[in-house]
């Protein structure tokens, strides 16, 4: 199917992402922090990034805005996967260029019904 990357410093999110990910038979290829994610996704080339937001460093807001700003990767949609989910936390992702936004703690359907509407 697809292949996806995934950015999130939790472990534990990571495992149960790339399970719902994997058991719908996509590629994952995961990341612990958005460190050099412009080269990691322009060395993978996914069809997708699954982003946390609150991470140490850069966070999730910061770095779709920055591959959104990139014409390389500009073209790769982003789902913004966080435990923000207030009305203004959407706005603002939307704002930095993000195609769809998930609240953890989430349902695996979700994720995957926004995978799907993302990917088409």
């Known amino acids: 199917m697809s292949k996806i990357v995934v ?8 495992q149960v992402i790339e399970g719902y990910l ?3 038979n996509h590629t994952v290829v ?3 922090n958005s460190e050099k994610l412009e080269e990691k996704i322009l060395n ?3 069809d997708l990034i ?18 959104k700003n990139d014409d390389r990767t500009k073209n790769i ?8 989910g207030n009305e203004s936390d959407k706005f603002w992702g939307q704002q ?22 993302v990917l088409g």
Do not use: W
């Open 7 to 14: 950015v999130d410093d939790s472990y534990a999110e990571l």
């Open 22 to 24: 994997k058991g719908a």
């Open 30 to 32: 995961s990341y612990p």
């Open 44 to 46: 993978e080339k996914p």
């Open 50 to 67: 699954v982003m946390d937001v609150v991470m140490p460093g850069r966070n999730g807001f910061q770095a779709c805005r920055d591959l």
């Open 77 to 84: 949609p982003i789902i913004l996967c966080t435990s923000k």
């Open 96 to 117: 930095q260029g993000a195609n769809a936004h998930v609240v953890k703690p989430f349902k695996g359907e979700e994720l995957l019904a926004a995978v799907k509407r």
